[in-house]
C-alpha cells in the first residue's frame, strides 16, 4: 500500500481529495518512525526543524568528506550527531554509549538506515 492508499484509508474525508493534517501527519509518522534506543527516540532526518536537518547535514559531511580524522574527532561528531538526533534526550544516550566508538557508530548506521527515504521508482519507457 502507497502513502497516498495508507493516507486515505486512515483519514476522515469528505471526498476524495479532502485530507487533514493531524491524518497526514499521523501517516507520516508511521512512514518515517523514529529509531527508538532503550526509549530514546532519535528523529528521522526529513522530521527535524531545519536548523537541526542543517546541522546533521554538517555532521554527516564531516564524517564523509574527504579530509583524514582521528577516530577521537570521529567520535566527537558521532556524540554530537547522536544529541541532535535524540533531542532533549541525546545526552542521555551518549552517557549511555560511553567510550564504545563501536556502539556509536552503530547507532548512527542503524539510524542512518532506517530513517532515510526511500528512492523514486525507476519510470519503465
Do not use: H
Not at 507520516?28 to 528523529?43: F, M, S
Not at 554530537?80 to 542521555?92: D, Q, S, T, V
Request: with cysteine.
Amino acid at each position: 500500500m502507497n502513502l497516498n492508499e495508507t493516507v486515505r484509508t486512515k483519514m476522515a474525508k469528505t471526498n476524495d481529495k479532502t485530507f487533514t493534517l493531524d491524518n497526514l501527519r499521523k501517516s507520516l509518522d508511521e512512514k518515517y518512525a523514529p529509531v527508538v534506543i532503550d526509549g530514546i527516540e532519535l528523529r528521522p532526518v526529513l522530521r527535524m526543524n531545519s536548523a537541526d536537518r542543517a546541522t546533521v547535514g554538517g555532521f554527516l559531511e564531516q564524517l564523509t568528506g574527504e579530509t583524514s580524522i582521528s577516530s577521537e574527532e570521529t567520535f566527537e561528531i558521532v556524540r554530537k550527531l547522536i544529541r541532535c538526533a535524540a533531542g532533549e534526550r541525546g545526552p542521555e544516550l551518549v552517557d549511555n554509549i560511553g567510550d564504545d566508538l563501536a556502539l556509536a557508530m552503530n547507532i548512527v548506521e542503524l539510524w542512518i538506515g532506517s530513517t532515510q527515504p526511500g528512492e523514486a521508482p525507476s519510470s519503465q519507457s
